[in-house]
């Protein structure tokens, strides 16, 4: 981080100011979110911390507020800000995950696609063609329906991650796996992946050790836009009620809470855990954009 | 022409087989059967025979084409949650959704083709950027969460409009509609703005940036040296050719605001598809959550087909390319 501080490097950055509020913004949200255990007033976690009575508590600068509870609390008593940061946690974990699965996956099919072409080229390509076609929030919604008719407990807290990122990633892949199959296709034509062809090493050590190095830009500018993008479709499945469960909630799950006492003028639990979420995503969004048109302006990431 | 379609019609056929064997694959190996079927600890030959007298001992093939068969003779299937065919569920269901996508597609070009316009007229004027900040955030906020805010500040807040249901409709046949009375009107209003917003940021991008290139061709700029006013140059000769492609795009998210209205019809309690799916999840029915994907996928593939069609008809270079 301190590197990132010095003014040199932020002038060689030349990043627009919003950018850089924006980039203060991610940070401080995930820092928050990282150091959740320290930070946080209350251990959101612990059933034996809340209790009833002190259940639908306004946040701290209301009239009725109390000031142990600085945001307030939910309908069981538990201190909102802890929730929120430990939420956070869970949907940047389950959010980061997943981009890191789709991107494994996508850039190992996208290698060999390039690499090889033909058949083994068409298949991959045309299952990701018909992937694609489906909006990724119903893909995500049929795995974690599959998930919960084979494994019945597929809904609890140690289990349900997993699941998330599953079905959040068999969507996402395609998009790296494009990328880096046109990247590996261009990086296969040029002398030095001939000559070490030549040379005669095996196909794997060329791809992994001579070609990957090459196309990996363009992935971690897609994977910056992703993160957002998965965040929201963890956040959007939890709300749905097949993500995190109320036990151990994401930031969606505490949204979905909150949304059942809307009705009776609670507003605080559904609002600031949605607050929470889209400068979180709006933060990464706007970071993303520019990294993407400023790397590389030919990229246009489909939404 | 012919040629075009017949092409475009056996490529929609193939993808629904695809996504037919899809659906029965979940709605034959996801969970046994059986198991379900026969009473506890029942013995091994009555199992069996079960499974004979269902036919699930035959081959995949056979089954597949059985599965099939039933499909187009409309039998889905009867709900594990219900008990009822998933078919009647699915028609019921129908034309509440069918009535949101309607309202959402028709609010989204309603706003969006103006503001794309607008922005692309003025690009560095401070309506534009304004228009441009809040799309960025409007990309960033999920569905619920604007429908969530709305609830608040419409329903609860101010109390002008309902918050769930449908209100009142009409039975026209085995149609029920909203759009006639006052009630169904007003309930309508909220989920369809929470939908609408959902794509209105991507036709007022796209509309936005078509209209930037079609100002900058030649055509245009003779136009301008002629002397012809500029309300006629930019209404009657650009936007209609930037609006090409708006349709294309119009016409494809109508099967994405389908699988959208998921997430808003849960906000809203909206008693249509969307919401029958989501409770098919939670609960694991699988008849229920494969019908839906076949009927899903049907309706993305009659468009998709629809608007390839459409197209070759609209743009006669199409046409000369591909036939």
Redesign the interface.
Known sequence: MNTLASPNLIMRIGAPISVMLAALLALVIVGCALLAGWLAPYDPTDLSTFELINAEIPPAFTADGDSRFLLGTDNQGRDLLSAMMYGARVSIAIGGGAVLLAASIGVFLGLIAGYFGGRIDALIMRIGD?IL???T??LA??V???A???FPQAGTAEWAPLILICAIAIHEWVQYARTVRAATMVETAKDYVKAVKVIGLPGRRIMLRHILPNVMGPVLVIATINL?AAV?TE??LS????GMPPTYPSLGTL?RI??EF??S?I?WI??FP?LT??LL??AV??VG?WLRDRFNPKLRVK? | MFKVILSRIGQAALVMLVVSAVSFVMFRYVGDPVASMSRENAPIEEKQALRRSLGLDQSFVVQYGGFLKRTLSGDLGISYRNQRPVTELIAERLPATMELVIVATFLSLALGIPLGVLCALRPSGAAARLVQAVSLIGISTPTFVTGIVLILVFAVTLGWLPSFGRGQVVEIGWWSTGFLTWSGLKSLILPGITLALYQLTLIMRLVRSEMIDVLSTDYIRFAKARGLPMRYIHFRLALRNALMPVITVTGLQIGSLIAFAIVTETVFQWPGMGLLFIQAVSFADIPVMAAYLLFVGLLFVIINTIVDILYAVVDPRLRARSA
């Open positions: 018909v076609s489906f909006p929030i119903l919604l049929l974690s329906g599959i919960r008719a084979l957002a929201l956040a959007t709300f749905l009620g097949v949204i909150g949304n809307v009705f003028g507003w559904a609002l949605a979420l889209v995503v709006l969004n706007v954009d939404r």
